[in-house]
């Protein structure tokens, strides 16, 4: 089994920044595709970004592009997302996910094996 908790979240005005984290245990954390999903209050989940077991494949939703970077080290069994130019409709838990194999499906919730309790951000307009 994997065990995943993120930590980063917090109060952030509009414009500003914030760097998750995700810290895996329980298995071998380079063996698994990892994502960041989010959900806003009274919304769906959301696809945020994918990272590939290696890291040299990077994915991320129309609307963060540009602006999050997605990245791991798998030395230290951590997965980050980088957050710049934070928008109000970024706000929302923040979640974690590993995927015990990675395909043209990470943007699907239901690929992932794996999930952390999530980490709130808050961003003030």
């Known amino acids: 089994q994997v065990q995943l908790v993120e930590s980063g979240g917090g109060l952030v005005q509009a414009g500003g920044s914030l760097r998750l984290s995700c810290a895996a245990s329980g298995r071998t954390f380079s063996s698994y595709g990892m994502g960041w999903f989010r959900q806003a209050p009274g919304k769906e989940r959301e696809f945020v970004a994918a990272i590939s077991w290696s890291g040299t494949g990077t994915y991320y939703a129309d609307s963060v592009k540009g602006r999050f970077t997605i990245s791991r080290d798998n030395g230290k069994n951590t997965m980050y997302l980088q957050m710049n130019s934070l928008k109000f409709e970024d706000r929302g838990v923040y979640y974690c996910?590993?995927?015990?194999?990675?395909?043209?499906?990470?943007?699907?919730?239901?690929?992932?094996?794996?999930w952390g309790q999530g980490t709130q951000v808050t961003v003030s307009s």
């Open positions: 996910a590993a995927s015990v194999s990675f395909g043209l499906r990470y943007a699907k919730s239901e690929e992932y094996d794996y």
